[in-house]
T-cell receptor
Framework: KAGVTQTPRYLIKTRGQQVTLSCSPI?????VSWYQQTPGQGLQFLFE???????NKGNFPGRFSGRQFSNSRSEMNVSTLELGDSALYLC???????????FGDGTRLSIL | QKEVEQDPGPLSVPEGAIVSLNCTYS??????FMWYRQYSRKGPELLMY????GNKEDGRFTAQVDKSSKYISLFIRDSQPSDSATYLC???????FGTGTQLKVEL
């Protein structure tokens, strides 16, 4: 069974640009969450999607947004990139909400 | 106070040692608890999860929960160099993670 797939694995952008990251959950999983991981802050929750609806949102500015499609695949978008957005962005999926999540290997985003 | 507190380490032990990794939490609403292992340049991998107080064993790994003290532990027996990774505890409700303990098992 394929795991959570995130694309691209690495991305380099400059300040002010925007970026879209993609996540394909484990087949059959309907809940998808996104996290930002940095050395200083650890893993921080961004948002959770279930049935194409955002169910929870972490404490991040509105520049961070996401969506989920009918096949449960998800994308997150970051607009007007800042240097501080450099991080590993992780996607996790679970069968249903509130169940243990399985992570992808992330997209490493570097802002120059 | 953070919802989940975890000693960041690093923790260095000799091969074969018993390792104890710990987290404390503040929200008594948490009903289940998870441990993840993260290797460098990889995403966190779900190791174990438990819904109740007491112990849960899986091979060399034992997860222990003490809800009265709001304290969870992960024990690794007969530690191996391949166990060298960062270990994160996690609780539900927007899946709150500890900051992770970096473990190094030396030959």
């Amino acid at each position: 069974k394929a795991g959570v797939t995130q694309t691209p694995r690495y991305l380099i952008k400059t300040r002010g640009q925007q970026v879209t990251l993609s996540c394909s959950p484990i087949s059959g999983h309907r809940s998808v969450s996104w996290y930002q991981q940095t050395p200083g802050q650890g893993l921080q929750f961004l948002f959770e999607y279930f049935s194409e609806t955002q169910r929870n949102k972490g404490n991040f500015p509105g520049r961070f947004s996401g969506r989920q499609f009918s096949n449960s695949r998800s994308e997150m978008n970051v607009s007007t990139l800042e240097l501080g957005d450099s991080a590993l962005y992780l996607c996790a999926s679970s069968l249903l909400r509130g169940q243990p999540q399985h992570f992808g290997d992330g997209t490493r985003l570097s802002i120059l | 106070q953070k919802e989940v507190e975890q000693d960041p380490g690093p923790l260095s032990v000799p091969e074969g040692a018993i390792v104890s990794l710990n987290c404390t939490y503040s929200n008594s609403a948490f009903q289940y608890f998870m441990w993840y292992r993260q290797y460098s340049r990889k995403g966190p991998e779900l190791l174990m999860y438990t819904y109740s107080s007491g112990n849960k064993e899986d091979g060399r790994f034992t997860a222990q929960v003490d809800k009265s003290s709001k304290y969870i532990s992960l024990f690794i027996r007969d530690s191996q160099p391949s166990d060298s990774a960062t270990y994160l505890c996690a609780m539900p409700l927007m899946v709150t993670f500890g900051t992770g303990t970096q473990l190094k098992v030396e030959l």
